[in-house]
């Protein structure tokens, strides 16, 4: 799961789960750092990114744009209150847009949600997973690089998580 921040031009590690009979990526097991980078990313608007793209040697087509809304959570406290027998709540602050107590399930296509939300097993239901001898975990490293590459396939596929790291690439180009 994340080790690091992306603001140092590092890494954060990611947990990929895949299905080796169909070679797709089930979903990955993110902490808070890649889940904010991934937003924070995400929240950029499209001629900035075209921007970014282009000085880091990437082009990407446009042939369909979803975009998802979402409420940037720059900071949320719980800050000092009293409960009925008078003692006080200890003040807590995290910034960014998740909490960092929570792991985080990142389906194929960037969907996110926190890992309790629905179960391993309800998840592989859902994708019609039989056969769970067929799972096998992979830890990829993400920098801003692979960030940018996530946002460029986000843009026209629902199968980001595989073809950015299991190779299933289609080529880009500028229209």
Known sequence: MATTTPRSCETISLTLTIDSSSDKVVFAEAGKEFVDFLFGLLQIPIGSMMGLLLDNGMVCVWSSLQIIPSTPRQSFAFGPSLNPVGSSVVQLEEKGYVRGVVT?????????????????????????????NSLQEKTVEVDIEKGLELVMVSLRSATVLTEVFLGHKRSYALF
């Open 104 to 132: 985080y399930r990142v389906m194929d296509d960037l969907r996110v949600m926190p890992m309790p939300v629905m179960s391993t097993t309800t998840v592989l239901k859902t994708l019609n997973i039989k056969d769970v």
